[in-house]
């Protein structure tokens, strides 16, 4: 029997949040070279939204390893040196993988080898480009999801003086499903976001005109989708949940709350509504006719100003009369969707081939972000205190299970105190800011 020529690729990948682990489980899986078999080891970093049970068995991904940690333990998982991990996926908010590209640098700092360190967006990128950016750059690739995103990105980098060789341009991780066709009964999805808009006045719009929508079209299926239960927080917080404002509407029989996986109802589809969810990318990947609503304004707060220029900006009252949008093509060939018949897959090949390469090399050099104490000191420490490391990336005195492995009590301690933050941060504090704002 011949040898295999499977290569194994251990891949550890760190997420703050339930889209961010769909992000950037599906990410390692894309970009890993073809010939390699791949192990998973997830970890969830400890904090207001670290996903639930629910919330990761709804996003599919299979870890071969998955458990909680703090950035600290993260970082001395990492340090050990028979932890031969050859890449980490940082699937985290900007101020966090800066945080970890530094205590990384220090853990890996005399090693003649250490793991590549990859890192990018979960979607659109329409906000804090800059920051956002800046807080990325050190980890040996950062994925831009689109040809337009991967020239801003450079033209960011190089702006300031900073390395940009690390762009990599790729798409999406988690497009794909079958292409359209209509169903039976017509059905329109309304994919709302946890923090777009903010206020209650906008969300109850919003709410009333997808329930008129539904009345004025009783032959069709009216689905709300949402994105977490009660409870439960994803990346952004969700402060007015869609699910207690319908409690004092009185829809009719054909209006619905969904859950679940986005591509499933993707699946059963005919017109997706947002306002600026990266679902608009995944139902145009499919050719699903797609509208971003205009109503509430195209507004960078919105995050709709992304789509200028797409064909697919409409207003409810368009929609009510009928309206089905015509998507602009070079616009969307821009964004890294293959609606044209173009091939998704090959979309990752410049990735894939330089981890191949950067794997093969003799040595990689240390991790230098671009903030450094001496680039931005009064900056980069505190992002770096709010993970309990100091400005050399080590771990700052006191910091939780810097030095010992946490007991059961510390573990069944923690739990508690994390309910109890959770339930401050979900519940109490949204009533205290709206009694200031009274």
Known sequence: MPASTTKSLRVAVLADSDTRWKWGSLTAN?????????????????????????????????????????????????????????????????????????????????????????????????????????????????????????????AVYEGVGAEAGSVTEVALPFLGGAAYKENDPYTVVFAAQPSVPESRKDRTYLLDRLIRHARLHPDREVLLKLRSRPGEHTTHIEELPYQKLVQKADPPANFRLVYGHMGEVLDRTDLLVTISSTAALESLHRRIPTVVLSDLGVREALGNHHFVGSGCLASWDRLDAGHRPVPDAAWVARQGVAAEGGSYETAFDAARQRITELLAADKLPPLAPYYTPVTAPGYLPGILARHHLGPDGSPLPGAPAADREPSPVRQIVRRAARGAYRHGVQRVAPVIRRMGDL
Do not use: C
């Open 30 to 154: 894309r970009i890993s070279p073809a010939e390699s078999d791949i192990r998973l080891d997830g970890f969830l970093l400890r904090g207001r939204a670290t996903p639930t049970p629910r919330q990761l068995e709804e996003v599919g991904v299979r870890a071969d390893s998955l458990r909680e940690v703090t950035a600290v333990e993260f970082l001395r998982e990492l340090g050990k040196e028979d932890r031969a991990y050859d890449v980490v996926v940082l699937a985290l908010v900007g101020g966090a993988v800066q945080a970890m590209l530094h205590g990384l640098a220090r853990a890996w700092d005399g090693r003649t080898e250490r793991p590549l360190v990859v890192t990018g967006y979960v979607g659109v990128v329409y906000e804090k480009l800059a920051d956002g950016l800046l807080l990325r750059h050190g980890a040996d690739l950062v994925l831009a999801n689109s040809r337009q995103d991967a020239e801003r990105f450079r």
